[in-house]
């Protein structure tokens, strides 16, 4: 069984996951880039800066897809949210020492450690292998988590929805509570994980890898609520804001890269000229 006293090697056992599958097969995963432009210094916390406020104030500047979007997700939270009860009750009537085990092992994926590992161990592997995607790809999965983290800690705040372990009904709030056993809307293992998980699909170039860190996020997700930490549109919403959020990264971080500036000058006795030109 996990145990948080195992933490340490659980991260230790991150790292040689990426050092054994990741590091031999990276040029097959990500394209290989040997530029040495990403890299965690003064730059990347200016654009987590820029990005973040973005991300804040981007739903000002949302077109119909967006909103869309939104409008699919709060349908969709809405209908978990009326049978909540239901669904939780039926996970925990099948519970088992097994389940527990395999569950507690799933959600441990989801903790802010094993994602620091991961994102370590993909830079590292980035930087030994001198791959920017690799570097990339952690310091994108790094502001991605970050932010969402900041958006559902804020959240979790503001709403106050008890846990399922208090034996509160799916429907009791607690605005502006600080106590973890009010923290359960939205899932911040479900939301890290689709953070991270989106950021690496984004910058895989293979299907089979997308799916791998779709289907653990997804199990994370399932894992909360299996192990009456969440309900079920506690993990819907958190893995939505973390997908989304991530999204929004990789799309900004894509429009910094795209966008040249050319400058040209032009002197002449008959003209005397100085222009500046963005390309898109």
């Given at each position: 069984?996990?145990?948080?006293?195992?933490?340490?090697?659980?991260?230790?056992?991150?790292?040689?996951?990426?050092?054994?599958?990741?590091f031999?097969?990276?040029?097959?995963?990500?394209?290989?880039n040997?530029?040495?432009?990403?890299?965690?210094?003064?730059?990347?916390?200016i654009?987590?800066?820029?990005?973040?406020?973005?991300?804040?104030?981007?739903?000002?500047?949302?077109?119909?897809?967006?909103?869309?979007?939104?409008?699919a997700?709060?349908?969709?939270?809405?209908?978990?949210?009326?049978?909540?009860?239901?669904?939780?009750?039926?996970?925990?009537?099948?519970?088992?020492?097994?389940?527990?085990?395999?569950?507690?092992?799933?959600?441990?994926?989801?903790?802010?450690?094993?994602?620091?590992?991961l994102?370590?161990?993909?830079?590292?592997?980035?930087?030994?292998?001198?791959?920017?995607?690799l570097?990339?790809?952690?310091?994108?999965?790094?502001?991605?988590?970050?932010?969402?983290?900041?958006?559902?800690?804020?959240?979790?705040?503001?709403?106050?929805?008890?846990?399922?372990?208090?034996?509160?009904?799916?429907?009791?709030?607690?605005?502006?509570?600080?106590?973890?056993?009010?923290?359960?809307?939205?899932?911040?293992?479900?939301?890290?994980?689709?953070?991270?998980?989106?950021?690496?699909?984004?910058?895989?170039?293979?299907?089979?890898?997308?799916?791998?860190?779709?289907?653990?996020?997804?199990?994370?997700?399932?894992?909360?609520?299996?192990?009456?930490?969440?309900?079920?549109?506690?993990?819907?919403?958190?893995?939505?804001?973390?997908?989304?959020?991530?999204?929004?990264?990789?799309?900004?971080?894509?429009?910094?890269?795209?966008?040249?500036?050319?400058?040209?000058f032009?002197?002449?006795?008959?003209?005397?000229?100085?222009?500046?030109t963005?390309?898109?």
């Amino acid at each position: 069984m996990f145990k948080m006293n195992n933490f340490p090697k659980s991260i230790c056992v991150v790292f040689l996951f990426v050092f054994l599958f990741v590091f031999p097969f990276q040029d097959f995963l990500f394209a290989t880039n040997l530029s040495e432009k990403d890299k965690l210094n003064e730059k990347f916390f200016i654009n987590f800066k820029d990005d973040f406020t973005d991300v804040l104030v981007s739903p000002t500047k949302w077109k119909k897809k967006d909103f869309l979007n939104l409008s699919a997700v709060l349908g969709a939270g809405f209908l978990l949210y009326a049978v909540d009860q239901d669904i939780h009750q039926w996970f925990q009537d099948n519970r088992s020492p097994s389940s527990d085990d395999v569950f507690n092992v799933l959600s441990f994926f989801g903790h802010g450690g094993a994602i620091t590992g991961l994102i370590a161990a993909l830079y590292a592997t980035g930087e030994l292998s001198h791959n920017n995607s690799l570097r990339k790809t952690a310091l994108l999965s790094l502001e991605s988590w970050l932010t969402t983290g900041i958006i559902v800690t804020g959240l979790k705040c503001v709403t106050g929805r008890a846990r399922p372990y208090t034996d509160e009904s799916s429907h009791t709030f607690y605005p502006l509570a600080i106590k973890s056993r009010y923290y359960s809307f939205p899932s911040g293992h479900a939301s890290s994980a689709f953070a991270v998980a989106t950021t690496i699909a984004h910058q895989s170039e293979k299907l089979y890898f997308d799916i791998l860190a779709y289907s653990l996020a997804t199990l994370v997700a399932i894992s909360r609520v299996h192990n009456n930490k969440h309900w079920p549109s506690d993990v819907l919403v958190g893995a939505s804001i973390g997908y989304f959020v991530a999204k929004k990264i990789c799309a900004l971080d894509r429009k910094r890269n795209s966008t040249k500036v050319n400058v040209s000058f032009q002197f002449s006795h008959q003209r005397q000229a100085f222009s500046i030109t963005f390309v898109f």
